[in-house]
């Protein structure tokens, strides 16, 4: 059994969704991260009326909330300038997590995403990275919302030539620093 080691008590958090069994799962591993500041919403309406009152420090999303699903919300904050929570980390949960919708919550602004079923330690995980390590937040004409990575593919140093170089293979595996496992989630 792990021991979640970050601070979580301050956080404020709103949980959307729409199944009362999978908020109630939700709010008992919040509970367990010693969160006790929890709002709950079971659909986008009601969830806006939360995100318009108050100000919170994260927002756990499911995708599936009836006509409007969480990628409309999503996006719905993000793009409304007056919003308080604008920039409030967005966490979307899906249990049928295909390339489309993938794309699609990307595209509305949400922080990251997890496949359910969703395991405490995953969970932990994931706030903790949205906790500790902020992306810069994007405003422009087609995309508001965190900074999204991607590489840059390696381009052939020899002028003239437009080719991609493919990533060389190493024989070693490169070890990278995981903070999940400072924290003693991973083993």
Do not use: W
């Not at 969480?70 to 049928?96: E, S, Y």
């Amino acid at each position: 059994m792990y021991k979640p080691s970050a601070e979580f008590s301050k956080l404020r958090v709103l949980i959307v969704e729409n199944h009362s069994l999978m908020r109630r799962l939700l709010g008992e591993m919040l509970r367990g991260f010693d969160i006790h500041d929890m709002r709950f919403a079971k659909d986008v309406p009601s969830a806006i009326d939360l995100v318009y009152g108050a100000p919170v420090d994260l927002i756990i999303l499911d995708f599936f909330l009836g006509e409007l699903d969480g990628a409309d919300f999503a996006k719905l904050i993000r793009h409304d300038k007056n919003c308080c929570n604008r920039k409030v980390p967005i966490l979307l949960i899906t249990g049928m997590p295909d390339h489309q919708k993938v794309l699609r919550a990307l595209d509305s602004g949400i922080n990251g995403m997890l496949a359910k079923p969703i395991a405490p330690k995953d969970l932990y995980k994931h706030i903790h990275t949205l906790m500790a390590y902020p992306r810069p937040f994007v405003i422009s004409k087609n995309y508001v919302g965190p900074m999204r990575e991607r590489k840059k593919p390696a381009v052939s140093r020899h002028p003239g030539r437009i080719k991609i170089a493919a990533p060389r293979k190493s024989k070693r595996q490169r070890v990278r620093f995981n903070p999940a496992f400072e924290d003693g989630i991973l083993a």
